[in-house]
């Protein structure tokens, strides 16, 4: 139910942000796209937020004002950094709502602008200019040895 529940407040989530395509593109030929998220995205989080406390409340966490705001405080460093977030001790229903919340946000988005994909991939042409780079380093380093 959660895994349902999570995709869902994903998908609302990506509903409300706005995409910036300028046609431009980085030095590995991917396009630059900006994301803005605006307010359905922190009213899904709040969702979350709330269903976390409420199944704690279900499994018989003592939930007070200080709990919940600690709480609070550890989330939005969650949301704030990634390695919080993997590095954080968490239950297991936290797990699954963000990896269901943050499916159903990335399907969403890329379903909306499928240029994203190419903006966040490693494509074989970033592996190949890469490969073209190095390849140029060393013939100028067996150049400059001689």
């Known amino acids: ?47 979350i937020f709330v269903i976390n406390i409420g199944i704690q409340i279900y499994f018989g966490k003592h939930v007070n004002t200080e709990s919940v705001s600690s709480d609070l405080a550890i989330d939005l460093l969650k949301e704030a950094s990634t390695a919080v977030f993997m590095f954080w001790h968490t239950e297991w229903f936290v797990w699954v709502l963000t990896v269901a919340t943050t499916l159903g946000y990335r399907m969403s988005i890329l379903r909306k602008c499928p240029k994203i994909k190419q903006a966040v991939g490693v494509k074989e042409k970033c592996r190949q200019v890469s490969a073209q780079k190095q390849l140029k380093r060393m013939s100028k380093e067996t150049t400059e040895d001689k």
């Not at 998908?11 to 605006?38: F, V």
């Open 1 to 47: 139910m959660l895994l349902i529940l999570g995709v869902f407040i994903g998908w609302l989530q990506a509903r409300g942000i706005s995409i910036q395509d300028n046609g431009e593109t980085d030095k590995y030929g991917r396009p630059i796209i900006k994301i803005k998220r605006n307010w359905p995205y922190l009213v899904g989080w709040i969702f």
